[in-house]
């Protein structure tokens, strides 16, 4: 099929080159959702606190990795990190601490909006009750607030698995990793790109189709 | 550790200093995402009002296709795609320089997230003005020209700003098919002069000045086009 050859491709070069790629994207997708999640939280309510020493510090943190391309961040901890601690570091590992900083900007974000979507009538119908500013926020806003922004937050997270790719920059062995030593490997690299777009399109596609779904639900609901 | 931007004025071996070329790269990024969002926004306003037009099924579901293929496959692979894929497969495009290549991947890609902006935003325009338009006599294609898209382009101005700074910094990825933009001076010089910090830094900086340039001009084109009593329409710019 226009001077591409697909039959390369059996379950050996599957098992032995894409699956644990695969395994690390998702991986990578997994931890930097959850971590992302509890420190972008935070960083919402340091900016949400109404106190400078909190809110000049996370917001210029917010604003400063929402500034910069994704991949001059991975350059970045990849050279930093080593820096640091004064040892080397693994491509994956630096790539996990990345995605989690980077991302908690993002949620952060998303998770601010979702706070100052309860209205204020609540979190005063709390404090009335007694609740102390923690209790406030863990049982009342940020149950909601975290509902509120599920399908947002789920979208934010089909993105993260796509720009999982291009931990490429430092060479960590992801699903496109995979795909392109095979290629390489077996003189296919072009029929390997291909097949690594058509595995990407059918994750994020039936993961947005689900989000779709959800999204409506969630619309009835209220 | 102590600073050395010393290291800017040294030569690369090719007879130019970091500097110079560092500025040349800057202008490599200015030039693929200048080129890309022309793309995008085109092929973006095109697409997204092709998804409004309820009586042509068939067009409806050919922008739909485009914005889901365009969307659901990441940015590196799609560059990877018309780099090293299309002239595989297509001999025509093997003339066809790298950089223009680059564009189409990034332009593609982005004309998705704009024509789901365009479309949001002339969904969000109340029925009667189409409805008027058409009791005025125009035909579909004066009212969109004349009505819809003109006050739909207001209502998305400010998502479109976002999108087009997240254009610029998808530019980045260029650096996979070695086209010289900022990263990849930055790959390059750092492993080169080892000074990675200095070097990094001034890349940085180059990207939230260039981003910060695209803020501006976005702001003032948002100020000489609105429509005086109708500033509240574009609240509903979400963007992430």
């Known amino acids: 099929m226009l001077g591409l050859d697909l039959t390369f491709l059996d379950w050996d070069i599957i098992s032995k080159f894409v699956l644990g790629g695969l395994w690390f994207s998702i991986k990578l997708t997994i931890i930097a959702t959850l971590g992302g999640i509890v420190f972008g939280t935070l960083l919402a309510l340091m900016r949400l606190s109404g106190r400078k020493v909190l809110m000049l510090p996370a ?164 | 550790m102590s600073w050395d931007w010393q290291v800017f004025l040294n030569d690369d071996g090719s007879g130019r200093t970091y500097l110079e070329w560092m500025i040349d790269a800057w202008g490599w990024t200015l030039a693929v995402a200048g ?11 095109l697409m997204g009002t092709l998804r409004t037009l309820q009586d042509s099924p068939w067009l409806v579901r050919l922008a739909t296709v485009w914005v889901e293929l365009f969307r659901n496959i990441p940015l590196l692979v799609q560059v990877f795609l018309w780099y090293f894929v299309v002239p595989k497969m297509f001999p025509l495009f093997q003339q066809v320089p790298g950089f223009v290549l680059v564009v189409f991947a990034l332009g593609f890609f982005t004309s998705a997230r704009i024509a789901e902006q365009v479309r949001a935003g002339i969904q969000s325009l109340p029925r009667g003005q189409r409805y008027a338009a058409l009791a005025m006599g125009f035909t579909t294609a004066q009212a969109y020209r004349y009505v819809i898209l003109p006050m739909a382009f207001r209502i998305i101005l400010p998502p479109l700003t976002s999108e087009s700074m997240n254009l610029l910094k998808n530019s980045a990825v260029a650096f996979a098919v070695s086209i010289a933009e900022l990263t990849m001076f ?55």
């Open chain 1, 59 to 222: 917001t210029i943190y917010v604003n400063g990795m929402r500034a910069i391309p994704l991949v001059m961040v991975i350059l970045w901890f990849f050279l930093l990190i080593p820096f640091l601690i004064g040892k080397p570091i693994g491509a994956e590992l630096s790539a996990i601490v990345t995605f989690i900083a980077f991302e908690a900007a993002y949620f952060s974000e998303i998770m601010r909006a979702g706070i100052q979507s309860i209205p204020r009538g609540q979190v005063h119908a709390g404090q009335a009750l007694g609740m102390s500013y923690g209790q406030n926020m863990r049982l009342v806003v940020l149950p909601q607030a975290f509902r509120n922004m599920l399908p947002i937050l789920l979208t934010q997270t089909i993105i993260l698995f796509q720009d999982t790719s291009l931990v490429y920059a430092i060479g960590a062995y992801d699903l496109l990793k995979g795909f392109t030593n095979a290629g390489k490997i077996y003189g296919r690299p072009e029929e390997a790109y291909l097949l690594a777009a058509v595995v990407y399109f059918v994750i994020c596609y039936a993961l947005s189709w689900s989000v779709k779904r959800l999204q409506a639900k969630i619309a009835i609901v209220r």
């Open chain 2, 186 to 240: 930055a790959m390059q010089a750092q492993e080169e002069t080892s000074r990675g910090v200095e070097v990094y830094l001034a890349v940085t900086a180059l990207y939230m000045l260039s981003a910060f340039a695209v803020n501006r001009v976005s702001a003032t084109i948002e100020k000489r086009v609105q429509i005086p009593g109708f500033i509240v329409a574009g609240g509903t710019g979400g963007g992430h």
């Open chain 2, 35 to 45: 080129s890309s969002w022309v793309v995008a926004v085109v092929m973006g306003a």
